[in-house]
C-alpha cells in the first residue's frame, strides 16, 4: 500500500512537530515521514479481560513481517501501548511483567519491538486485521489510566517488507501539568539499538499536542 507523505525523509531528525533520536545501527535502517492517517479496517476483537491494568497477549494472524533480518509471525500486543515480534507463540521470560516502565533505550528483550504509545497505560481490547499485505491492530486504552471511560485509540500497521506507521486518528498527547503522558515511541531492536521520537510541539496553550496524523516509518 502506497503512503501519501507530507514531510521530509530524514534519517535522524524531524523538523515538522516532532524530535528523532537514534542509536545508529545497520540493523535499524529506517527513515522517518509523517502522512494522512490510514483507516482501520474492521478486525477481530480481542479482550485483555476487565479491570484487567498490565497484560498482554499473543496473536498469530497469519502474517509475516520482516524485521531486523528475520520474519516474525507471531506478535505480543500489551495493554501499556507496545507490541513485541516473536519467534514463536511461547512468551519469553523477559515480558512477565508486561514492560509498564517504558523505555526504548533500555530494552534489552532481545527481539523487535514496537511502540506506538508505550507507557503504564489502560487498555481494555485491541483489535487486529490484515488488509492487504499489512497488519494492522488498534487499542482502545484509557490515558491516562486512571481516567474514567476508554476511547484513547491509535495503532500501528506492519507491512510485510518491514515498514512501520504508527497512526493516531483522534488522540491527543499530553505533554506538561496534570495528567501529563510519557509516552515512548519508536522502535527498539532488542539488542542495543533504537529509534524513540519526542513530541515537541506546544498547542492550545495547555501543552497539548494533537497526533491526528501518521508517523512512518520505511526502508
Not at 494522512?36 to 499473543?58: E, K, Q, R
Not at 531486523?68 to 506478535?75: D, H, K, L, P, R
Not at 501539568?177 to 510541539?201: D, Q
Request: charged share 5%; aromatic share 16%; with cysteine.
Amino acid at each position: 500500500m502506497r503512503i501519501k507523505s507530507t514531510g521530509i525523509f530524514l534519517f535522524f531528525f524531524i523538523a515538522l512537530s516532532l524530535t528523532a533520536f537514534s542509536q545508529a545501527s545497520l540493523y535499524t535502517p529506517y527513515a522517518f515521514s509523517t502522512g494522512t492517517p490510514a483507516t482501520f479496517p474492521a478486525g477481530t476483537t480481542v479482550s485483555f479481560g476487565a479491570g484487567v491494568d498490565d497484560n498482554a497477549l499473543v496473536i498469530t494472524p497469519g502474517f509475516n513481517f520482516q524485521c531486523g533480518g528475520a520474519v516474525y509471525s507471531n506478535f505480543l500486543v500489551s495493554t501499556n501501548g507496545w507490541v513485541a515480534c516473536l519467534p514463536s507463540a511461547a512468551i519469553p521470560a523477559y515480558f512477565a511483567s508486561f514492560l509498564p516502565a517504558n523505555s526504548l533505550s533500555g530494552y534489552a528483550g532481545g527481539t523487535p519491538l514496537i511502540a506506538p504509545m508505550w507507557d503504564d497505560i489502560a487498555a481494555n481490547q485491541f483489535v487486529w486485521s490484515i488488509s492487504g499485505t499489512d497488519l494492522f491492530i488498534r487499542w482502545n486504552a484509557k490515558m491516562p489510566k486512571n481516567s474514567v471511560a476508554y476511547g484513547y485509540t491509535f495503532g500501528v500497521r506492519l507491512s510485510a517488507a518491514g515498514a512501520i506507521s504508527f497512526i493516531y486518528p483522534t488522540s491527543v498527547y499530553n505533554m506538561n501539568g496534570a495528567g501529563a503522558n510519557s509516552a515512548s515511541i519508536g522502535y527498539a531492536s532488542g539488542c542495543g539499538e533504537y529509534y524513540s521520537i519526542t513530541p515537541t510541539t506546544v498547542i492550545l496553550q495547555q501543552h497539548v499536542m494533537q497526533l491526528n496524523s501518521l508517523l512512518h516509518f520505511h526502508k
